[in-house]
């Protein structure tokens, strides 16, 4: 091991403890918008389901209110402007009539046409829910991921100070993490595979001399203590989405291959934000309209397979910018990201 003046260890803490559930990503209820046409073609309005079953169903209506059309009418008839043709040979025009009482008495006037209406929607798929952790450390910590669930992941969306202080007088940490769950599992299942490890600065001013190894630097602070388990970086990987894919990314390592995460009895990886899309819905309507809804995704929890890592996208926001015009998906991929790879088993 190193130490240095300037880079005081990481030392693991405890893990994380279970505190409350959120909301899933997938729930779109609570919300309404509505997109206003021009009045020639009507409007169309997105129902997110307030208050309703399912939450996670998109749904649309539209109407297309149809202009009025200045034609003729017929007294007796109603709308019947072929009829009228046929039949009313003329105001009061009996000469192609076979009788008086075979012509109708006709005028102009506006007829309304009855609205175009559609509907549709649009399934999310149940696969993140927001859990609130929390953990006493003396610093921010960093918080490691292992699952026993090769269908469930986790990423960290929040850590904060929650103001209380817990254990030896440090501060309790508020973590908002993003449990992600695949292949049939549920959140229930992520609560239960997941486990968040915490590891963070050593008390520059922890000083127990009954027993153990500490090292202080010249200011006599505290570096390391054998108090606390140093945190023991097994790989360092490279991983990368926008070559691979969400499900298959390609993935490389410091020591040169799989083997060494392989060869872990826990494999665990620095939870660290992977990317970002935006995602676009699309509904065409018969009356030539196709109507855009939009979504921010994010790539969220990977997983342990038992030979590479795997990830999926989580729908965590629907974009209130919507309307007829396309602007397509957006994707911010990082080209590659550096994680490093602990074996849970250590702490």
Not at 98 to 123: E, F, V
């Amino acid at each position: 091991m190193m130490f240095s003046d300037n880079t005081p260890s990481m030392a693991y803490f405890a893990d994380a403890s279970w505190g409350s559930w959120g909301e899933k990503t997938y729930d779109t209820g609570k919300r309404q918008i509505h997109y206003q046409a021009n009045f020639a073609q009507g409007y169309a309005a997105f129902n997110f389901y307030a208050n309703a079953a399912p939450k996670n169903v998109i749904g649309i209506s539209v109407a297309q209110e149809k202009p009025p059309i200045w034609t003729k009418y017929c007294d007796g008839g109603g709308y019947t402007p072929a009829g009228c043709a046929y039949y009313c040979c003329g105001d009061w025009d009996y000469s192609n009539c076979n009788g008086w009482d075979s012509c109708l008495y006709y005028h102009y006037g506006w007829y309304y046409p009855p609205p175009y209406t559609y509907s549709n929607s649009l399934t999310i798929s149940d696969n993140a829910r927001v859990a609130h952790y929390t953990v006493v450390s003396y610093a921010r910590p960093t918080i490691f991921v292992y699952s026993t669930n090769s269908s469930c992941g986790a990423n960290v969306v929040k850590i904060t100070d929650s103001g209380t202080t817990g254990a030896g007088g440090y501060a309790v940490w508020n973590i908002d993490v993003l449990l992600t769950y695949a292949a049939g599992a549920t959140d229930a299942t992520a609560q239960s595979s997941v486990r968040l490890l915490a590891f963070g600065k050593v008390d520059p001013s922890y000083n127990n001399e009954g027993h153990g190894m500490f090292i202080r630097n010249d200011s006599s602070q505290t570096m390391f203590h054998s108090d606390f388990e140093p945190c023991k970086v097994k790989d360092i990987m490279t991983i990368s989405f926008a070559t691979g894919g969400v499900t298959n990314p390609t993935q490389s390592y410091q020591s040169g291959s799989s083997t060494t995460v392989a060869g872990l009895s826990k494999p665990a990886y620095q939870a660290v934000e992977l990317g970002r899309r935006r995602q676009e819905f699309g509904f065409s309507i018969a009356i030539g309209w196709t109507i855009y809804i939009r979504a921010i995704e994010m790539i969220a929890g990977l997983r342990w397979t038992g030979t590479k890592w795997q990830a999926n996208w989580v729908s965590i926001d629907l974009s209130s910018h919507h309307g007829t015009s396309s602007a397509g998906n957006v994707f911010y991929e990082p080209g590659a990201i550096n994680i490093p790879i602990i074996d849970a088993n250590d702490y």
